[in-house]
T-cell receptor, first 111, second 117 residues
């Protein structure tokens, strides 16, 4: 019940295309859903986050879509660029501190 | 650089040895977290501190693991009698908890990569 399931494991997208990563959760106590971007040799960095009372949040080229009834949320990267090539983690948090991460999606954007 | 720093960045040790990692959080951040990340997986929560108090420990944190934050500033994570299964990236993060919101961004350090031979 504490798991966050993420798909796909890896993704190859052409430059300028849309990258879509999906996540699903079971625990309805989760109340905060961040997405992290991680480059090799670095720690994860917060990209964008959403709370379950909002169905969509957009920041620049990054958009989170949230479906509370289906317990699913997704990250869309518009106009994907080679510099976006990284590993992306969805996550869920409850109680304000304990973050449960998905297994990650390795994104490669072809130039 | 005023981000979270971790030392060492890499550690290679033999099975059975003890190792200690250090984390320096962002100045004035009152919460500090430890996570473990194995290859191809997302980080897994280990423990967290609010100031010097250790408030939660994961079941992943066996009795060979101990974490401290003696003065509410830097933290250490010690692993005794290391095993090959302890090989992983150990990540530290910090955040500032205010009374208004508990959804404060956790800033991660670069991690310490442990290899147990």
């Amino acid at each position: 019940q504490q798991q966050v399931k993420q798909s796909p494991q890896s993704l190859i997208v052409q430059k300028g295309g849309i990258s879509i990563i999906n996540c699903a959760y079971e625990n309805t106590a989760f109340d905060y859903f961040p997405w992290y971007q991680q480059f090799p040799g670095k720690g994860p960095a917060l990209l964008i986050a959403i709370r379950p009372d909002v169905s969509e949040k957009k920041e620049g080229r990054f958009t989170i879509s949230f479906n509370k009834s289906a317990k699913q949320f997704s990250l869309h990267i518009m106009d994907s660029q080679p510099g976006d090539s990284a590993t992306y983690f969805c996550a869920a948090r409850t109680g304000g501190f304990k973050t449960i991460f998905g297994a990650g999606t390795r994104l490669f954007v072809k130039a | 650089d005023t981000g979270v720093s971790q030392d060492p960045r890499h550690k290679i040790t033999k099975r059975g040895q003890n190792v200690t990692f250090r984390c320096d959080p962002i100045s004035e951040h009152n919460r500090l977290y430890w996570y473990r990340q194995t290859l191809g997986q997302g980080p897994e929560f280990l423990t967290y501190f609010q100031n010097e108090a250790q408030l939660e420990k994961s079941r992943l944190l066996s009795d060979r693991f101990s974490a401290e934050r003696p003065k509410g500033s830097f933290s250490t994570l010690e692993i005794q009698r290391t095993e090959q299964g302890d090989s992983a990236m150990y990540l530290c993060a910090s955040s500032f908890l205010t009374g208004q919101s508990s959804y404060n961004e956790q800033f991660f350090g670069p991690g310490t990569r442990l290899t147990v031979l």
